[in-house]
C-alpha cells in the first residue's frame, strides 16, 4: 500500500512535505511530538483527545508507529479529521 492511498482525497499533497526518518526522531518529547504511519508524518503535540490518552502516544513518538497502530486499532485509513488537523509530511529516504 502506498501513502498516496492512506492520503485522504481532501488532502493537497502539494502542501505536504517529505522528511527522513533522522528528522522525525528529533521530535519525541510530550511538548513536540512527531510519528509516523504509513509513511505519513503527524505531529501530534497538539491532540489532546487520543481516546486511551496521550502517554501511550509517547512510548512511539519520533519512530515509526505504524505497528503500534495497528495492534490497537482496526481502521486502516486515518481519518479525515486528524489528517486534516496533524499531518505535516510524508517519508522520503
Ligand atoms: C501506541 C500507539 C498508538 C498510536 C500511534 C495511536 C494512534 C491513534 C490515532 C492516530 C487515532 C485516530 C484515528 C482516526 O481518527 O482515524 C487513534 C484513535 C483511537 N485510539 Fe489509538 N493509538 C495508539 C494506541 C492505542 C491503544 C493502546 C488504544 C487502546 C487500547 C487506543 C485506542 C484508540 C481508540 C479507541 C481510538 C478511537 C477510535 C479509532 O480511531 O480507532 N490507541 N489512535
Redesign the pocket.
Known amino acids: 500500500m502506498t501513502f498516496e492511498l492512506l492520503l485522504n482525497d481532501n488532502i493537497n499533497i502539494e502542501n505536504v512535505k517529505t522528511f527522513t526518518m533522522e528528522e522525525v526522531a528529533r521530535h519525541r518529547t510530550i511538548d513536540d511530538m512527531w510519528?509516523v504511519?504509513d509513511g505519513l508524518v503527524?505531529d501530534?503535540t497538539n491532540?489532546n483527545l487520543?481516546?486511551?490518552g496521550n502517554k501511550?502516544?509517547l512510548?512511539?513518538a519520533g519512530t515509526d508507529?505504524t505497528k503500534?497502530?495497528r495492534?490497537?486499532?482496526?481502521?486502516i485509513?486515518?481519518?479525515d479529521?486528524?489528517?486534516e488537523k496533524?499531518l505535516i509530511g510524508y517519508i522520503s529516504n
Open positions: 510519528m504511519i503527524y501530534f491532540w487520543h481516546p486511551v501511550i502516544l512510548k512511539v508507529a503500534a497502530y495492534k490497537s486499532h482496526s481502521k485509513k486515518i481519518s479529521e486528524i489528517q496533524y
